[in-house]
């Protein structure tokens, strides 16, 4: 879609966007990057999508008090973008309130006069801070049980800003807690290393070193087709890319010196990369994660040579996908050491270290470094 094309103003060709993004289920990124924004109206759309889509809770909190039929999707979009530039972007009230009415369909621009006028004036009150802070009450409550209320609190806060962008030097855009990772797993000159769920390709593409082999595999054959194009991109070389699925991974046993599990996770700590990811995971899907997690984990210890590590990391804070996997390792293989993390850059957590999002500004990840017993 482009704004110039169908005429419409970018506060129209936000609420189209976002109907998308909550109607059709659409992910806002790949919405935004097909949309053809011409350059003078992109950061405005921009802006309002990911913005709306992170603050949607809020929003209607602060909506809902002055309709009483509720709206067809657009119109509460709309509301939702005149309210997001009210409170949220300190646009002045006669600016965003005359070009969201400008926005709507001819029919509902009464309506949508009236409620946004009543916002503007409103002083908001929030009886809890999910609800201020426009997460689902589960997230909030699983990360205050897992960091306790102030650190979740702030990394909630944290995450409602968008997260910078870097850049490694060889041109692959990564966060730099994943960068981080990469770093901490300590891969040496000689040592054939698996990354083992390793799509897109970040962090194999960031191990390969010279002399270093490094095995990257993914069970989805579209991510290992990433990591391939990542790997020809950046110039890294490596050993090579399987589409195999690391429960039942086609590798001797005992034939690496260090196995990364970088674990399929409920991404609790990525939320301010992802604007509509705290809408789509459940709390019934931690526990199914954390199961398979430890299944990785345990399928890694096999593959993994006597003395070598096993590195297990998630971009999430949740206790049963950290803590809890700890406690796994733990029952299971009482004779494998955690190596400490000295980085000062993480806090120590439970037999791993975690660096949250507020700490560097960067995601929030956890992980924790394993030798196995022998060698």
């Known amino acids: 879609m482009s704004s110039a094309a169908k005429g419409l103003s970018a506060r129209a060709v936000a609420a189209s966007l976002l109907d998308r993004v909550e109607g059709d289920g659409a992910y806002a990124n790949l919405v935004l990057a097909s949309a053809h924004l011409p350059p003078r109206d992109a950061p405005l759309i921009t802006e309002l999508v990911y913005g709306v889509t992170r603050m949607r809770r809020a929003l209607d909190h602060l909506i809902d008090g002055f309709v009483s039929d509720p709206p067809d999707l657009t119109t509460r ?5 005149g309210a997001y ?29 009236a409620v946004l006028r009543r916002v503007a004036d409103l002083e908001p009150a929030w009886p809890t801070q999910a609800l201020r802070l426009s997460y689902p009450d589960w997230i909030v409550e699983q990360l205050e049980r897992a960091l306790g209320a102030v650190d979740a609190r702030a990394a909630l806060e944290q995450m409602n800003r968008p997260s910078p962008v870097t850049t490694r030097p060889d041109g692959y855009t990564q966060d730099q807690a994943s960068q981080w990772v990469a770093e901490l797993v300590g891969a040496q000159s000689g040592e054939r290393v698996l990354d083992m769920c390793a799509g ?15 095995v990257a595999a993914d069970r989805r054959r579209h991510r290992a087709s990433l990591v391939a194009a990542n790997a020809a991109r950046t110039g890294a070389v490596l050993g090579g890319v399987v589409a195999a699925d690391g429960l039942h991974a086609p590798f001797r046993p005992g034939s690496f010196h260090r196995v990364l599990v970088d674990a399929p996770c409920s991404g609790l700590g990525v939320l301010g990369r992802r604007a509509d990811a705290r809408w789509r995971v459940g709390p019934g899907d931690i526990a199914d994660l954390a199961l398979l997690q430890s299944e990785l984990v345990r399928a890694a210890f096999g593959l993994v040579c006597p003395g070598g590590a096993v590195v297990y990391s998630v971009c999430t804070m949740t206790a049963a996908e950290t803590t809890g996997i700890d406690d796994t390792v733990v029952q299971e293989f009482p004779e494998a050491m955690a190596a400490p993390i000295t980085d000062p850059r993480w806090r120590p957590h439970a037999r791993g270290a975690l660096i949250l999002p507020q700490d560097h500004n960067t995601d929030g990840m956890f992980v924790a470094i394993y030798k196995s017993p022998g060698g």
């Open 77 to 81: 979009n709309l509301l939702r973008i």
């Open 200 to 214: 897109p390709g970040g962090k194999a593409t960031a191990l390969a070193q010279d002399s270093t082999t490094v």
């Open 85 to 113: 530039q009210l409170h949220m972007m300190a646009t002045p009230a006669y600016a965003a309130v005359s070009e969201t009415v400008q926005a709507a369909p001819r029919r509902q621009r009464g309506f949508v006069n």
